[in-house]
C-alpha cells in the first residue's frame, strides 16, 4: 500500500519513490494472457495545493504476456511517464483520511489497468502460428473409389 500522512504533507513536498508489489496492487485480473509477477515501480511527487493534493510523477511495470496471435511469450512495459493525480480535500469528491493518511493505491492501480493491453502482440505485425505443411506420398496413385452418384448414373430408367 502506498499511502501519504496528511500532516508531513503541511510541512513541505514529499517525494516516494519505491516499489509497489503486485499483492499490493491486488489487480484481481482474470486474463489468461498476461501474468503478473513484477512490482510497480513509481517516482512521484506529493504537493498540498489549497484544497488538494496533486500527485505527480512516473509509474512502470513489466507484465509476462502471451501473443494472442502466435501464442509466443514476450515482456511488455508499461510506462505512465508524467503520471498526475488530483485529489481533491474539500467538496463532494473529496478523498476519505485514515488516521491522516491517504492511500494513493487504487488511483495508481485502476489508471494502469487501463494501459495494460486488451489484445497483447509480441510485434504489432505478428504473423500468427505456422501452419505446418501436410506431405503426402506420391508414389503409388490411390485407386478412386466408385461414388453412390456413379452407380446411379449406370441405372436407366
Avoid at 488530483?86 to 491517504?102: C, F, Q, R, W, Y
Wanted: hydrophobic share 35%.
Amino acid at each position: 500500500m502506498l499511502s501519504i500522512n496528511l500532516r508531513h504533507l503541511e510541512l513541505k513536498d514529499l517525494c516516494l519513490k519505491g516499489e509497489l508489489s503486485v499483492e499490493e496492487l491486488d489487480f484481481q485480473l482474470h486474463d489468461e494472457l498476461i501474468r503478473l509477477s513484477h512490482p510497480l515501480k513509481y517516482d512521484l511527487e506529493v504537493e498540498k495545493l489549497h484544497d488538494s493534493i496533486l500527485v505527480r510523477g512516473d509509474l512502470k511495470m513489466a507484465l509476462d504476456c502471451e501473443c494472442v496471435r502466435c501464442l509466443k511469450p514476450f515482456k511488455h512495459t508499461v510506462e505512465l511517464l508524467g503520471w498526475a493525480c488530483h485529489l481533491p480535500l474539500e467538496g463532494e469528491d473529496k478523498i476519505t483520511a485514515d488516521n491522516d493518511s491517504v492511500d494513493l493505491t487504487p488511483y495508481i492501480r485502476e489508471d494502469m489497468l487501463l494501459e495494460f493491453p486488451q489484445h497483447p502482440l509480441c510485434k504489432p505485425d505478428c504473423a500468427g502460428l505456422k501452419k505446418k505443411s501436410k506431405v503426402q506420398k506420391m508414389d503409388a496413385p490411390e485407386k478412386l473409389k466408385p461414388s453412390a452418384w456413379s452407380e446411379l448414373d449406370k441405372l436407366k430408367l
